[in-house]
């Protein structure tokens, strides 16, 4: 059966999962952890992708994101590229480290974002690479010791989490150890590993396989899938940036050389906000080369990309510009 497309949408919530072909272990030792986690949090940063839990096993991984700035797709293939070049390189061997692609599933985000979170983090308990909640608290390869501040890494999203325990952070980190240990009674959630097998018939509208499991959500969450990406059918992924600029500086009526001036002008703010938004929440672009069109940084692209987002709510005449 050919591979169909992913639900690979910007500002989903994704549970991503990684095994090493013919399940070999992909992680032999520390070194090749502090590795892996060292390129990992370079790309978070790198993209303005959201990480708000993961777990580092011996032949697989767990990572729960939010792609903002561009997609999961090229995320993942320079985070797998990245790290099988050195693995190979390291222990002298060749060809692929990961099985086949990896598993994604989008999650609907208000039902099942702490459960996700509580689910990836107890791993390492489950599988007895640690002996108890104690032990896992000072483990260094899960989330779940950044959350409550025995580790850091930075990308890590870890003041949104805590935020939905408490608001103040030592009574919010208490709330949210106490969530953890009774996680531990629950076992082993197949759900959680698996999404949601919807209907033939929304599978089909999705363009997915039938019966497939990559959405963990309600039937009102499939929906408004379903259509997010009915309208992204409408546009191009592969429209370059420069014909983005161009479309919205025309619309604008401001000549494209004005965006890298330090101008605080209205209509060329506008017109950074509207190209930052379409480009990368839109068409996929990294931000940070789509910043060296607007003179943003990553940080600034990211901001403007949000206020764009308000433009086009307010004015959806302007998702055309991205496909004319």
Request: net charge positive.
């Amino acid at each position: 059966m050919p591979r169909t497309a992913r639900l690979d949408l910007p500002d989903l919530l994704q549970h991503v999962i990684v095994r090493g072909v013919d399940r070999c272990d992909i992680f032999r030792d520390d070194h090749d952890r502090r590795r892996f986690l060292n390129g990992f949090s370079k790309l978070l940063v790198q993209t303005g992708t959201d990480c708000l839990a993961w777990s580092l096993m011996t032949n697989h991984f767990h990572l729960l994101l939010r792609p903002r700035m561009s997609r999961l797709a090229p995320f993942m293939r320079r985070l797998l590229t990245g790290y099988a070049i050195y693995y190979n390189l390291r222990h002298k061997r060749s060809g692929h480290l990961f099985q086949n692609r990896y598993k994604s599933i989008v999650c609907e985000e208000d039902a099942y974002l702490l459960e996700l979170v509580r689910y990836i983090h107890l791993n390492p308990l489950r599988a007895r690479m640690v002996e108890d909640l104690a032990a896992l608290d000072s483990y260094a390869w899960s989330g779940h010791s950044v959350i409550i501040g025995k580790h850091a890494l930075e990308g890590q999203v870890v003041d949104e989490v805590l935020s939905l325990f408490a608001k103040g952070k030592r009574e919010a980190t208490r709330q949210y150890m106490l969530f953890v240990a009774d996680g531990v009674a629950l076992g082993k959630r197949a759900e959680l590993g698996g999404g949601r097998r919807m209907s033939r018939d929304l599978l089909e509208e999705l363009g997915e396989e039938p019966y497939n499991d990559r959405v963990l959500g309600s039937g009102e969450f499939v929906e408004e899938l379903r259509q997010r990406r009915e309208l992204e059918s409408k546009f191009p992924r592969a429209m370059e940036i420069k014909d983005i600029v161009a479309n919205v500086c025309r619309y604008f009526e401001i000549d494209p050389a004005e965006l890298q001036c330090n101008s605080r002008a209205a209509r060329i703010a506008d017109a950074r906000s509207v190209i930052c938004y379409l480009a990368v929440r839109q068409v996929g672009h990294n931000g940070v080369e789509v910043g060296k069109h607007v003179n943003l940084r990553r940080a600034g692209v990211s901001v403007a990309a949000s206020r764009g987002e308000e433009k086009v709510k307010n004015d959806p005449e302007l998702l055309e510009l991205i496909y004319k």
